[in-house]
């Protein structure tokens, strides 16, 4: 099993709408928890730390499940600006507390 | 303003010859780390530095090395260049105290071909 999985999209969604994408983590010991965005062919940027408590910013709206060890990113009101893959971060792999990184979903959002 | 800058952007470099692709951070992050990323496996670790004098190997360092002589940099060494370490790599600094809240600062990032 992966460390980070994640839905493999692509999800293709009208503007306006709501898009949430989930994560799965299989250490149970992980403290932290991001999301980040990249877009094509550009470096990784720090969408949003994901607390205990869940957290939002703006439209966008993180969510986490220790019990579950699930990881969820809601997006409402989607705009042509939020195309790109979104990663899914945890941390405490296999090489000390260093972040894991998911494979990505990408979002594509039409116009 | 304090930044992490890698280069080159680009490179195409043959089979079985050394190349270094440089990292430079002047956040005076202590944490700095390698990546590569490929179609379906995402973001790999490939060596990380906590400091000055330290450097660890993560889940593909075959084939690579690193030295971390000052705090900016962490340059990264294929010693003999293969087809299979085609890729983009991406180097990254964090906060020592608390990566945990702030996360990691990439570099834009060094496409490498091999032929």
């Known amino acids: 099993r992966k460390e980070v999985e994640q839905d493999p999209g692509p999800f293709n969604v009208p503007e306006g709408a709501t898009v949430a994408f989930n994560c799965t983590y299989s250490n149970s010991a992980s403290q932290s928890f991001f999301w980040y965005r990249q877009d094509c062919r550009k470096e990784p940027k720090l969408l949003m730390s994901v607390y205990s408590s869940g957290n939002e910013d703006g439209r966008f709206t993180a969510q986490l499940n220790r019990a579950s060890q699930y990881i969820s990113l809601l997006i409402r009101d989607s705009k042509l600006s939020d195309s790109a893959t979104y990663l899914c971060v945890v941390n405490g792999g296999n090489y000390g507390q260093n972040f894991v990184f998911g494979p990505g979903t990408r979002l594509s959002v039409l116009p | 303003d304090a930044e992490i800058t890698q280069s080159p952007r680009h490179k195409i470099t043959e089979t079985g010859r050394q190349v270094t692709l440089a990292c430079h951070q002047t956040w005076n992050h202590n944490n700095m780390f390698w990546y590569r990323q490929d179609l379906g496996h995402g973001l790999r670790l490939i060596h990380y530095s906590y400091g000055v004098q330290d450097t660890n190997k993560g889940e593909v360092s075959d084939g690579y090395s690193v030295s971390r002589s000052n705090t900016e940099d962490l340059p990264l060494t294929l010693e003999s260049a293969a087809s299979s370490q085609t890729s983009v790599y991406f180097c990254?600094?964090?906060?020592?105290?608390?990566?945990?809240?702030?996360?990691?600062?990439f570099g834009s990032g060094t496409r490498l071909t091999v032929v």
């Open positions: 990254a600094s964090s906060e020592s105290r608390q990566p945990e809240r702030y996360g990691y600062t």
